[in-house]
């Protein structure tokens, strides 16, 4: 990849669409599981048009400033910089949500615990958690899917809590309640019908950590075990739930058992866990009695 700003030299000025995404593409071989997607995505914002518009348009020029924008954008993907915090944007459960380098970036997995929670509860009124919420992304889907259930998200971060409430203010979504604090600090002993969490839940040590290095680390690791957020979680939901009530936790893909054994000391019952479409352990839920 050239440095940033030497794509948009003289020879690189001329380049149309299709040479500059050409370009990218051969760039990013080496550096992204999806070069193609990336670079077309990146000149698709920096062009501020549809992705469709590069197909219907490849022999279009692109000035100098263009070329400019695309090529710090493409520099700072070669380096590992997340897509999403590059275009500000990340699309869950057909959402699209803002994320800042103060969120996690929701992942497509984490839309099998928004389907446990649906599926356990399905068109009555419903108050539910959404502890950790980051960008909102759990809550808001919820919150999308059933107008009448009231949702609360929670955050330690007040930095998430302003993106995750500027996505609510932008999508339109009035039915949930955002508040600051330590997981079950901000709820004042509020129950629910359902606590869902996506908590940190990688271990300090894990090497996976320097693939995650943009994003925060209290948003992904909660101490040396990994489970340690999962295990306050599990102690705290009983104190917070109704009688009946669900908890549906998201963890690690070898989390699975130490986490059912945990929920079943602390006294739950029905404890299910759910793989995702890789076929990863992923949701754990558990009912109240
Ligand atoms: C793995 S991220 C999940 C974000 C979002 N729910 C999602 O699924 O994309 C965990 C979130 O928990 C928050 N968090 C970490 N420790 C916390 C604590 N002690 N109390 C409340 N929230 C916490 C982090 O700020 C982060 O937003």
């Known amino acids: 990849m050239a440095e940033p700003g030497n794509l948009a030299d003289k020879a690189a000025a001329q380049a149309s669409i299709a040479a500059a995404l050409a370009r990218a593409r051969a760039a990013l071989h080496t550096r992204s599981d999806s070069p193609q997607l990336d670079a077309e995505l990146l000149l698709a914002y920096t062009l501020r048009r549809p992705r469709s518009y590069l197909g219907a348009h490849p022999e279009q020029r692109l000035d100098v400033a263009t070329l400019d924008r695309f090529e710090r ?4 993907r070669a380096h590992g910089e997340p897509l999403a915090y590059l275009t500000g944007e990340r699309e869950f459960w057909s959402l699209a949500l803002a994320v800042t380098p103060d969120v996690l970036i929701p992942r497509p997995e984490t839309e099998l615990a928004v389907e446990r929670c649906l599926a356990l509860r399905t068109d009555a009124h419903a108050d539910v ?5 980051g960008c909102g992304a759990i ?3 919820l919150a999308t899917e059933r107008p009448v259930w009231h949702l609360v998200a929670t955050d330690r971060s007040s930095a998430a809590l302003d993106v995750a409430q500027g996505n609510a203010r932008r999508l339109g979504i ?3 309640e955002f508040l600051r604090g330590d997981w079950f600090k901000p709820l004042n002993g509020r129950r629910f019908e359902i606590i869902v969490s996506n908590p940190p839940y ?8 320097t693939a995650l ?5 209290t948003a992904l690791t909660p101490g040396n075990t990994g489970m340690e957020a999962l295990r306050i979680i599990a102690l705290g939901a009983r104190e917070h739930l109704v009688p009946g009530g669900w908890l549906v936790l998201e963890h690690g893909t070898t989390q699975a058992s130490d986490l059912a054994r945990a929920l079943v000391a602390a006294g739950f019952t029905r404890v299910r866990c759910y793989a995702d479409l890789a076929g990863h ?5 558990a009912q109240w009695t």
């Open 174 to 176: 009035n039915n949930v």
């Open 202 to 209: 990688v271990a300090a040590a894990d090497p996976a950590l």
């Open 73 to 76: 954008l493409m520099g700072r």
């Open 129 to 133: 958690v959404d502890l950790g919420t």
């Open 281 to 285: 352990d992923r949701v754990t839920e």
């Open 139 to 141: 809550a808001l889907a």
């Open 213 to 217: 290095r943009f994003e925060p680390v």
